[in-house]
């Protein structure tokens, strides 16, 4: 009964309890920030406490442990590392990832008199989170906590930041009537499945079964949603091809008869032109963005479209909809399964041995590089290798940029339980998030695709990794430079650039597994394609954090979208 167990507690044991109530297992931060919770976590809980070298780095970790468990992830900073914390929040809110902060904030007895290290940082977190908001008195702990629980994992998911009063949030010191109640509901994602309405349902399955050149574009609500299943399922019985996002990538493996690849801006040719081909295209748990629509020119603007979406607002935003449902993606298609009438798969046979002949060229266009030999090595071969390496129940963290374009277009998944988490645009974000990923999923083996200009982000958290035991494996695509840059700098230098443009985008060539042993991970560099796959064996058996630096060709450059 509400209300049943309230008493005088602090705000510390009333926190404390409350997040070992929802679940939470680590919290990522850079002390001090509420003080007396972490004390009262070792006192009443087995949270972990993750003490790391960033707050920017704290927030990727929740980021990934989120994406990894599909449970909030809880990040912290004190006062003066919120806007750090603000920042690392922006990926998940790109992402829509259920990441809450907790930062300290201003006292009312002391602030506009200068005190050391503050500003109004409650602004900053208006435009990365759902739900901003302070909490200014002890009796607000549990009804706020509450809140941010709630907002995070609800309709499409997003950050939360709660601020605090005090530069520590000292707050949590103080005393106060309680009840650490927990909506068990609210824990995890999705707290509601809302059933779509039948009629919208059939006019979306009618139109799908009468298109003759359909395709299905999956993206992250497809994953958020656990919809996987049923989305195969949907698309095997109607015989629709299925193209994903980046941040839909796990909906479909790869190596499935009917996936043409991701779609977009960073992605696989075979996608593209499979989806600019099509007569229909039924979004999926997507919001249509730039990245997914290589900026509306995949499918282009006025093919006849349909859409699927948890949230009102994106249904329609970007392309004029023949027919829209409102639902969670899992019950949505699976209702469309149970309508769906096979017989008219048979009308798709000249459009699926289309897509097919697609799919071969993109593969026999790129089996050179894939298959490549060369040395230094093309980072091609490392998504091959990858993908037929990768553990069947593994989670791939991968970064943005060319590691991006690298691994959304090259790498394949081939098991339905592998996982695929993708930087949202900022570089950095994978590393910090792999080891978050396998703190969310401690019994599935991490692998962290990622630049050298993306690893050297957070290169300090190999220590944390080391002290915790996160036993991610960190694969460094490692060319010393940014090369993603070159073609962009090639085009303003007028095709060639001068010697001293080099200065824009490269680096010193440094050995990272060398670093990282110094710091106690255990250290694989890889010079030759042979030693790829044998390497990433030892890295997966060592049950230690690993980082494979991969000597790789400054020259490679990944194919550009086509449209
Ligand atoms: C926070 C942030 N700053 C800048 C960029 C722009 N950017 C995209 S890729 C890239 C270089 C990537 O270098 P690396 O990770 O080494 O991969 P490579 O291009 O060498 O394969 C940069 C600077 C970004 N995506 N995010």
């Known amino acids: 009964m509400i209300g049943h167990n309230r008493r005088r507690m602090t705000g510390a044991e009333c926190l404390a309890d409350m ?240 996936s043409v690849g991701a779609v977009g801006t960073y992605s696989r040719e075979s996608a593209n032109r499979v989806v600019n081909q099509a007569d229909l295209v039924c979004f999926v748990g997507t919001e249509t963005g730039g990245m997914t629509t290589h900026f509306w020119a995949v499918p282009k603007i006025g093919t006849p479209a349909i859409q699927i979406d948890i949230n009102a607002e994106a249904l329609g935003r970007n392309y004029p909809l023949s027919a829209a449902v409102l639902g969670d993606a899992k019950v949505t298609l699976a209702r469309m399964g149970e309508l769906a009438d096979r017989k008219t798969a048979a009308k798709r046979k000249a459009w699926l041995d289309q897509v097919r002949a697609i799919c071969n060229e993109w593969r026999e266009k790129y089996r050179p590089l894939l298959t490549s030999d060369a040395v230094p090595m093309r980072p091609e071969r490392i998504c091959a290798e990858l993908s037929e390496h990768v553990p069947e129940n593994a989670i791939v963290v991968v970064d943005t940029g060319h590691a991006g374009m690298w691994m959304g277009g090259m790498y394949d998944l081939r098991h339905p339980q592998q996982s695929y988490m993708r930087s949202a645009g900022h ?86 597994a060398k670093i990282a042993e110094d710091m106690g991970a255990l250290g694989i560099r890889v010079e030759k394609p042979a030693e790829f796959a044998p390497a990433l064996h030892r890295a997966l058996a060592a049950n230690r954090p690993v980082i494979l630096d991969v000597v790789t060709d400054i020259d490679a450059l990944a194919p550009v979208a086509v449209s």
């Open 19 to 258: 997040l070992a109530g929802y679940g939470v297992t680590h919290v990522f931060m850079v002390p001090a920030v509420l003080r007396r919770t972490f004390a009262e976590m070792e006192r009443r809980t087995k949270i972990a406490r993750i003490h790391t070298h960033g707050e920017k780095s704290a927030a990727y970790m929740a980021d990934g442990y989120a994406r990894a468990s599909g449970r909030p992830g809880l990040c912290m900073a004190q006062v003066i590392g919120a806007l750090n914390l603000a920042a690392g929040l922006r990926d998940a809110y790109l992402a829509h990832s259920p990441v809450i902060a907790f930062t300290g904030g201003r006292d009312p007895a002391t602030k506009f008199r200068k005190v050391y290290q503050e500003v109004d940082d409650v602004p900053a977190f208006e435009p990365v989170t759902k739900f901003n908001a302070t909490v200014d008195d002890v009796a607000r702990f549990p009804d706020m906590v509450r809140q941010a629980f709630r907002s995070a994992v609800s309709g499409t998911p997003g950050p939360v930041h709660l601020q605090f009063r005090g530069n520590e949030g000292q707050v949590d010191a103080e005393e106060a009537e309680m009840e650490p109640l927990v909506e068990a509901l609210f824990a995890r994602l999705p707290p509601f499945r809302p059933q779509p309405e039948l009629p919208h349902v059939r006019a979306a399955l009618d139109l799908l079964q009468n298109a003759e050149r359909p395709v299905i574009v999956a993206g992250g609500g497809v994953r958020a949603s656990g919809a996987a299943p049923e989305l195969v399922a949907l698309a095997e019985q109607l015989a629709i091809p299925v193209a994903t996002s980046l941040n839909g990538k796990d909906a479909i493996p790869g190596a499935h008869p009917l």
């Open 427 to 512: 570089l950095g974000w994978a590393f910090p998030a792999g080891l978050g990923a396998k703190c969310g999923a401690p019994e599935r083996p991490v692998i962290v695709f990622t630049g050298d200009a993306g690893f050297w982000y957070h290169i300090g958290e190999v220590e944390t990794a080391v002290r915790w035991r996160m036993n991610t494996v960190v694969v460094v695509n490692n060319n010393s430079s940014g090369n993603q840059s070159k073609r962009g700098f090639d085009r303003v230098y007028g095709g060639k650039q001068t010697e001293q443009a080099l200065e824009l985008w490269t680096y010193t060539k440094v050995n990272f």
